[in-house]
T-cell receptor, first 117, second 114 residues
Framework: AQSVTQLDSQVPVFEEAPVELRCNYS??????LFWYVQYPNQGLQLLLK??????LVKGINGFEAEFNKSQTSFHLRKPSVHISDTAEYFC???????????????FGSGTRLLVRP | ETGVTQTPRHLVMGMTNKKSLKCEQH?????MYWYKQSAKKPLELMFV???????ENNSVPSRFSPECPNSSHLFLHLHTLQPEDSALYLC?????????????FGPGTRLTVL
C-alpha cells in the first residue's frame, strides 16, 4: 500500500529566505511522486513530478525536489521564497485503484507555507 | 472556457435537501475524480471514473451518488447529508487515469450542511 507523510503542518519563513518542505513516502510498487500547490480559494496545481531518471526534479515558480530512494523522501525546496508563495503544499504518491489499470493519487496532509515580509 | 470548471462555487443546504455538484473538463481527458477536502485532514479520494466507468469507490456513504454521463462531465448528487459532510469538494481530470498522469483540478465547491 502507498502512503505519504508530511511532518510539518506549517512552515513560517521570511521573504527571500530558502525553504524546504519535507515529504516521506511508502510504496510497494513503482514510485511516482508529485508536489501540488493550492493557493487560497483555488484548486490544486501541479508544481513538479518525479517519474524516473534524474533524482533532481525542477518545477514551476523556481521550486525543485529531490527523490531519495534510500531515505524514501521527496523534499521540496526553493532557494528564495516570495510573499506570493504563501499557500498549501501537498505531496502525493501514485498508486493503483485495484481495478483494471486505473491509478489514483494518495496525498499527504499538506504543509502550509507562510512567507512573511 | 478552459481547464476544469465546477458549479456552484458555494452551496448551503439543509440535511433534507437534494442537490447536485457539477464538474466539466475542457481538456479532452478520459479520467475524472471527486475529492473531499476537510479542514485538518488529508485530501480524500471519493470516486474515480475512467472512460465513463467507475473504477474506485473509496467507501463513500450512499448519500453521495456520482454520475459520469460522458468523459467531459461529472456530477455528484447529494441527499440527506450530515453536518460533517461540510467541506470543499474538488473535481479533477487526467489524460488516461494512469500512474504518471498529472491531475488537473477545478476550483472546488464549498459545501455547508446546516
Amino acid at each position: 500500500a502507498q502512503s505519504v507523510t508530511q511532518l510539518d503542518s506549517q512552515v513560517p519563513v521570511f521573504e527571500e529566505a530558502p525553504v524546504e518542505l519535507r515529504c516521506n513516502y511508502s510504496s510497494s510498487v513503482s514510485v511516482y511522486l508529485f508536489w501540488y500547490v493550492q493557493y487560497p480559494n483555488q484548486g490544486l496545481q501541479l508544481l513538479l513530478k518525479y517519474l524516473s531518471g534524474s533524482t533532481l526534479v525542477k518545477g514551476i515558480n523556481g521550486f525543485e525536489a529531490e527523490f531519495n530512494k534510500s531515505q524514501t523522501s521527496f523534499h521540496l525546496r526553493k532557494p528564495s521564497v516570495h510573499i506570493s508563495d504563501t499557500a498549501e503544499y501537498f505531496c502525493a504518491v501514485s498508486g493503483p485503484t485495484g481495478m483494471d489499470s486505473s491509478y489514483k493519487l494518495i496525498f499527504g496532509s499538506g504543509t502550509r507555507l507562510l512567507v512573511r515580509p | 472556457e478552459t481547464g476544469v470548471t465546477q458549479t456552484p462555487r458555494h452551496l448551503v443546504m439543509g440535511m433534507t435537501n437534494k442537490k447536485s455538484l457539477k464538474c466539466e473538463q475542457h481538456l479532452g481527458h478520459n479520467a475524472m475524480y471527486w475529492y473531499k477536502q476537510s479542514a485538518k485532514k488529508p485530501l480524500e479520494l471519493m470516486f474515480v471514473y475512467n472512460f465513463k466507468e467507475q473504477t474506485e469507490n473509496n467507501s463513500v456513504p450512499s448519500r453521495f451518488s456520482p454520475e459520469c454521463p460522458n468523459s467531459s462531465h461529472l456530477f455528484l448528487h447529494l441527499h440527506t447529508l450530515q453536518p460533517e459532510d461540510s467541506a470543499l469538494y474538488l473535481c479533477a481530470s487526467s489524460q488516461q487515469g494512469g500512474a504518471t498522469d498529472t491531475q488537473y483540478f477545478g476550483p472546488g465547491t464549498r459545501l455547508t450542511v446546516l
